[in-house]
């Protein structure tokens, strides 16, 4: 049985002149929480008043204070600003919550935190995460309606990719590098991790100098760099005009200063779907989550064609648990509406699958999500300390708060195991 907490109380912060009662719906939600048996949670309400929920003797072992994993001492925080929260949260599931955040209705000095307890809490909180079947229908519709098409893709990638580079240089590592670092145990440094990642997979591949690799989503070419020092011939490939002019700049200025031995990269503004080559190796580092599951099977069509007999391609994905793929793929979530539009993740189980179909045999994984875990905090905690620089470049309150809450989300779904991000090695038969 959970431990009793101690009852309701006011708070240290300033009431309201006069109390809001708290509407059914509001109180719909409030029952939920009491059915939580993990993790603490301190909710302050819109009257001031303190509510906790969860157990306090019941602090799993995962959440043990690490680098990795900061599992706080005290509750999550949740301050309510508004009961129209759970209305929203209860009819729309995280996106509504997600909304409320953005609109200022509710707060807390750690969101990531409060998403965790709603993680750990989420066979009690089932209808605050996934919403009702009509909130979700609305959602479902509007992803639907921006699926990954050739131009869908091309929109899709330039809403979020085109931010301007200034935005992502603000918070980024120096080699710009917008995927999870892979840490070394006992060091924890973002650029570093960032290069770890990317020997890691030069290494799989195991490529002598002068061959050819196809890098499909190649960001601001960050993993071109590390692979010309292998002297590799790079073809890189970018639907964001941004990146493109970023990375062929870097590289212009890195080709100016190294003469020999420091292999080559052209960049293209194009979809993968359209390449033709053939090539020793394929890297795609967690561009495979855009591509939308209806075009998943083209993907891998695409990666054997492009691929010379035994040639190896490395894809690094996140992924979701199979456990909760179906319930997933019916519904959607905030990142899907908000931050990368069109996306879909998928099943370890289910792209090794899909590769296997198209004659692309796995020779080897790594999982390391709490290393991504690691990585969001870290750029969180720069994008917070940038926020006067992302104000000064004209993004307002709404989209901070937005890519707060998106970078708290992630966070929280890695560190709970939620997601996982992976490196699949495969080979063409």
């Not at 509504?96 to 307890?117: H, I, K, N, Q």
């Not at 440094?189 to 989503?217: C, F, H, M, N, T």
């Not at 319930?327 to 990368?340: A, G, K, L, V």
């Amino acid at each position: 049985m959970p431990a009793s907490l101690p009852a309701p109380q006011s708070h240290g912060i300033a009431r309201p002149e006069k109390k809001r009662p708290m509407p059914y719906r509001a109180s719909l939600g409030m029952a939920l929480l009491r059915r939580a048996s993990r993790g603490q949670l301190l909710l302050i309400d819109p009257n001031g008043v303190e509510h906790r929920f969860g157990d306090a003797s019941a602090i799993q072992p995962s959440q043990a204070t690490t680098p990795l994993n900061k599992a706080a001492a005290t509750p999550a925080l949740w301050i309510l600003h508004d009961w129209s929260v759970f209305d929203r949260a209860l009819s729309r599931g995280d996106v509504g919550f997600g909304e409320c955040w953005m609109e200022g209705l509710w707060d807390s000095p750690d969101p990531t935190a409060v998403l965790r307890f709603m993680l750990q809490n989420r066979q009690a909180l089932d209808q605050g995460i996934y919403g009702t079947w009509f909130g979700q229908w609305l959602d479902r519709l509007r992803h639907m309606l921006r699926r990954n098409s050739r131009s869908g893709s091309r929109r899709n990638i330039q809403a979020h990719y085109d931010l301007g580079n200034d935005f992502y240089q603000l918070w980024l590592d120096p080699s710009m590098t917008y995927s999870s670092a892979l840490l070394d145990q006992g060091t924890y440094d973002l650029e570093q991790g960032q290069r770890r990642k990317y020997d890691r997979i030069l290494d799989e591949l195991a490529l002598g100098p002068g061959a050819s690799v196809l890098e499909i989503g190649c960001g601001w070419g960050g993993f071109a760099l590390r692979a010309r020092q292998r002297d590799l011939q790079m073809k890189c490939l970018t639907l964001s005009s941004e990146q493109l002019t970023y990375a062929q700049t870097l590289h212009q200025f890195e080709s100016s200063r190294r003469q020999t031995n420091f292999g080559s990269a052209q960049f293209c503004l194009q979809d993968y779907r359209d390449e033709q080559a053939r090539y020793d190796g394929i890297v795609s580092i967690e561009m495979f989550e855009a591509v939308g599951e209806a075009y998943w099977d083209s993907y891998f069509q695409k990666l054997r064609h492009c691929l010379k007999p035994g040639g190896k391609a490395v894809i690094q994905s996140i992924t979701i648990d199979e456990q909760y793929f179906e319930r997933y793929r019916s519904s959607t979530d905030f990142i899907q509406q908000y931050i990368f539009p069109g996306g879909m993740l998928p099943s370890a189980e289910r792209l090794i699958a899909l590769a296997s179909s198209h004659g692309l045999k796995l020779y080897n994984r790594l999982s390391f999500g709490s290393d991504y875990a690691w990585t969001l905090a870290r750029w969180h905690e720069r994008f917070i300390e940038v926020d006067k620089q992302l104000r000064e470049l004209g993004y307002d309150e709404r989209f901070i708060r937005m890519w707060r809450f998106y970078l708290a989300y992630c966070e929280a779904g890695f560190a709970e195991a939620a997601t996982d991000v992976m490196q699949f090695s495969f080979v063409r038969h």
